[in-house]
């Protein structure tokens, strides 16, 4: 009994162990990715550092770039599918993470579109993003990336968003991720 009691004590220290290895690297390699068909790449991360208020997911067809913005995503947003890609192709994706404050833009509503306005109080901004939550969400999606000093946009809502809310976000990238490298088949 003692030798079996002995070999269970190990295999369990050695799982505890595996298992906080397996969290440090999550952590220095929060993006992950999968070919799930031969053309279609799935990619998920995790990310629960405090004030992150959302992340750029990039692609390249060369590790150095250059990099292409697939989509800015709220914070609550961990996966993201890129479908129907070029064949024998070689993807790289990396995350920047963004932080910054929201302002609530003045709004005008005009027959086919919204006019937003709003101050520019930062002068270090890498853009800003209008971001709206659809009614009965709790989630704000970015919907428009804004160049620097910015202080006006219009936006065109689609059907379900004209009564939804929408602020005005000046964001700062931080950080980025791994990189992930996966090569598409047949």
């Not at 990619?43 to 959302?54: F, S, V, Y």
């Not at 005008?108 to 993003?129: N, S, V, Y």
């Not at 946009?153 to 000046?170: D, K, N, S």
Request: glycine share 6%; with cysteine; aromatic share 8%.
């Amino acid at each position: 009994m003692r030798g079996k009691a002995r070999i269970a004590a190990s295999a369990a220290l050695l799982l505890a162990l595996s298992a906080c290895t397996a969290g440090t690297a999550d952590a220095e390699q929060p993006l992950r990715g999968v070919l799930t068909t031969p053309t279609d790449i799935d990619l998920d991360w995790r990310d629960t550092r405090p004030g992150i208020a959302g992340h750029v997911l990039e692609f390249a067809t060369e590790e150095a770039g250059p990099y292409t913005v697939l989509r800015y995503l709220a914070p609550q947003v961990t996966s993201y599918r890129h479908p129907d890609l070029m064949p024998h192709t070689t993807f790289h994706y990396r995350l920047r993470s963004y932080r910054g404050p929201t302002v609530r833009p003045v709004r005008l509503d005009q027959p086919d579109r919204i006019r937003f306005t709003w101050t520019d109080h930062l002068a270090d901004e890498d853009g800003f993003l209008l971001e709206l939550r659809k009614k009965n969400s709790d989630r704000y999606d970015p919907v428009a990336v804004l160049a620097p000093n910015t202080e006006a946009t219009e936006f065109v809502p689609l059907p379900g968003e004209q009564h939804a809310t929408y602020r005005i976000r000046a964001f700062v990238l931080g950080e980025q991720s791994n990189v992930v490298r996966l090569t598409t088949g047949e």
